[in-house]
């Protein structure tokens, strides 16, 4: 698991770069045009040194808190970036530069898989990132924290990453049930 944060964070520092942020940021235009990879590496690009602090300290905590293997850690890395990614072309986003989507996403399938698994504790984590990504999506985001960024806090890849890291962990967890009956 170290491995992969290291490497996601020195990736994240690499493309800080502005030559290498134009060249991969989420870009709706870019995207449209053909340059599909965005999608995915856009997720891995901030406005400024605190977003990325922020983000990458983000990622550090959560696996902190929940221990994800280094092929869990990597998979959803991947596939929650991609899907946050991918419906973030149906919002009104032109540029998106942050993890803050994915975050969310992989906190929402690591606490609820948790719960599902029996540790009761976690439901108050899942119940705690729903509150706040609903909060977001009828109050906004902090002005703290768009003033930090440097940029309007993109809550629609908060809700895009929370609804795909819950709907993950129950496709994972629904079979595994169904198989025990």
């Not at 990622?59 to 902190?64: A, F, M, T």
């Not at 439901?123 to 909060?135: C, S, T």
Request: charge should be positive; include cysteine.
């Amino acid at each position: 698991m170290y491995l992969v944060l290291i490497l996601v964070t020195v990736f994240c520092f690499i493309v800080q770069l502005p030559e290498a942020q134009l060249a991969i940021q989420w870009d709706a235009q870019a995207i449209s045009n053909g340059q599909w990879w965005r999608i995915l590496t856009g997720n891995f690009t901030h406005t400024n040194i605190w977003h990325l602090l922020m983000n990458t300290a983000g990622l550090w905590v959560i696996c902190y808190l929940f221990t994800p293997t280094r092929k869990t850690l990597l998979f959803l890395l991947i596939i929650v970036s991609t899907c946050v990614g991918l419906a973030l072309i149906f919002s009104d986003i032109q540029i998106y530069l942050g993890l803050s989507g994915t975050l969310h996403g992989l906190f929402a399938y690591l606490a609820l898989s948790e719960a599902l698994n029996h540790r009761k504790s976690s439901w108050l984590l899942v119940f705690g990132v729903i509150v706040k990504i609903a909060w977001e999506q009828a109050y906004g985001a902090p002005d703290t924290t768009s003033s930090m960024i440097a940029a309007r806090v993109a809550i629609e890849a908060h809700l895009a990453g929370g609804i795909i890291g819950i709907a993950a962990a129950l496709l994972v967890w629904l079979p595994n049930k169904l198989q025990q009956r």
